[in-house]
T-cell receptor, first 116, second 114 residues
Framework: DTGVSQDPRHKITKRGQNVTFRCDPI?????LYWYRQTLGQGPEFLTY????????KSRLLSDRFSAERPKGSFSTLEIQRTEQGDSAMYLC??????????????FGPGTRLTVL | GQQLNQSPQSMFIQEGEDVSMNCTSS?????WLWYKQDPGEGPVLLIA?????ELTSNGRLTAQFGITRKDSFLNISASIPSDVGIYFC??????????????FGQGTILTVHP
């Protein structure tokens, strides 16, 4: 039984560089969510996909952030021109469509980003 | 962004003691969930609650969905050292917002002394 996987687990980058993270959801799940978690806080919603369609983006998702889910399977989150304030844990979660009766989200292990 | 009010912020207990934590919100939610997170890892789902008034157990864990739909609590009975971690409540499906996205509390840090 394969859960949600994320790659890489850790990323250290210099300010101004671009980074890209990947998330592979549970195979039959058609919803995929991205969250950001800073130290001492709960995760905060960034964006989500229903299949390949990006249905909502948070105000937290500045123009430097872009997410894709081109074939409705894996997703990527790219941050351009990273800033020190981008340092956080980036979490991915997946779920079945709520119309199936549940939208319970299962999280991956996260990608820890450190911007120097 | 909006977060739920989760309390207590931290707890230090002896092994074998019972634990109780709760979450309140100014908004109504359609689903409440409880997660546990270990350092450097993603949250792991403990219990999901789908109906107001629902009381659900998972082993030593019991959680309730408040009748007003604005609160939930989690109890852990007979705590053991591996219960150590950060516990988060999350609400889903608040009116006027995305049905799917989760709004999290700030977490309760649980320390269990053997």
């Amino acid at each position: 039984d394969t859960g949600v996987s994320q790659d890489p687990r850790h990323k250290i980058t210099k300010r101004g560089q671009n980074v890209t993270f990947r998330c592979d959801p549970i195979s039959e799940h058609n919803r995929l969510y991205w969250y950001r978690q800073t130290l001492g806080q709960g995760p905060e919603f960034l964006t989500y996909f229903q299949n390949e369609a990006q249905l909502e983006k948070s105000r937290l998702l500045s123009d430097r952030f872009s997410a894709e889910r081109p074939k409705g399977s894996f997703s990527t989150l790219e941050i351009q021109r990273t800033e020190q304030g981008d340092s956080a844990m980036y979490l991915c979660a997946s779920s079945l469509d709520w119309r199936a009766g549940t939208d319970t989200q299962y999280f991956g292990p996260g990608t820890r980003l450190t911007v120097l | 962004g909006q977060q739920l009010n989760q309390s207590p912020q931290s707890m230090f207990i002896q092994e074998g003691e019972d634990v109780s934590m709760n979450c309140t919100s100014s908004s109504i939610f359609n689903t409440w969930l409880w997660y546990k997170q270990d350092p450097g890892e993603g949250p792991v789902l403990l219990i999901a609650l789908y109906k107001a008034g629902e009381l659900t157990s998972n082993g030593r864990l019991t959680a309730q969905f408040g009748i007003t739909r604005k609160d939930s609590f989690l109890n852990i009975s007979a705590s053991i050292p591996s219960d150590v971690g950060i516990y988060f409540c999350a609400g889903q499906g608040s009116g006027g917002t995305s049905y799917g996205k989760l709004t999290f509390g700030q977490g309760t840090i649980l320390t269990v002394h053997p």
